[in-house]
């Protein structure tokens, strides 16, 4: 497909004279742009929620999540990845995000790497991807190459392949078991996909990573109750979270996460339950680390 033909590549007849426009003019055409990204995600929310229950059932029996992207998209990934360690308190291979151009790709341009579809497959070939991962291959037009390598190989090691892009009908979507495909149609500069097919990107995987773990039971009610507290602010908030949970004032809260070893979920059934830290352990271990089936659990 060549690039002249990619949704995310054509002129957008809106701002053609964006340039010429005062700055306020300049800020409302965007502003009025960005606004068309929420209802392109609303338009596959199915599709993500399909997708989000794929996840959470292979990451709940131990298995990985692994996002695949180049430059804007990769960069995204690698975000969401990061932050899944200290919101749900994962293990940090549990969640993984493969860019192409490695590390260096982070801050920088690394020229050609997007475009070794080789590479993308053997990405998956060095992290032994197979049934028990789910990869999702990220890139606005639906045709970049190293993603590409990386979804093909990854499905036919049995992985489950999960599509998200902002063109229709494109190879990725092709190559993937499961697609998820807003429409932002074109962007305020054109091909500038780190605007509007970024901003729809993020926002997908905010709902993919996210809603995998209320699956996993790592929220309880809206509270990320499997955080890492590994600094003073997430110190703070643990204690907020398991006092709101608890219903207690936020010193009990402290000294009983204190007693927990700083886990927010044994503090929170301490609490409600009114037990040992190791009676609370075992009634968390019995609800397999789900703090909602653990206080439904009434202590058999």
Partial sequence: MPDADLLTET????TKDLDLRPILDQVRLMNEEDQRVPAAVGAVLPQVARAAVRIAEILGRGGRLLYVGAGTSGRLAMLDAAECPPTFGTPPDRVQAVLAGGAAALSGAVEGA???EAAGGGEMDARAVGPNDAVVGITASGATPFVLGAVRRARARGAVTIAVACTPASALESA?????VPLVGPEVIAGSTR?????AQKLVLNMLSTLAMVQLGKVYGNLMV??????????????RIVATAAEVAEPEAAAALAQAGGRVPVAIVMLR???????????????????????????R
């Fill in 11 to 14: 002129i957008n007849e809106r």
């Fill in 114 to 116: 997007e475009d070794d």
């Fill in 176 to 180: 993937c078991e499961m697609a998820i």
């Fill in 195 to 199: 605007l509007k097919a970024g901003t």
């Fill in 226 to 239: 499997d955080l890492r507290p590994t600094n003073a602010k997430l110190r703070r908030r643990a204690v």
């Fill in 273 to 299: 339950s009114h037990e040992s830290v190791d009676a609370a352990e075992r009634r968390l271990a019995r609800g397999g680390g789900n703090l909602r089936r653990a206080l439904d659990d009434g202590g």
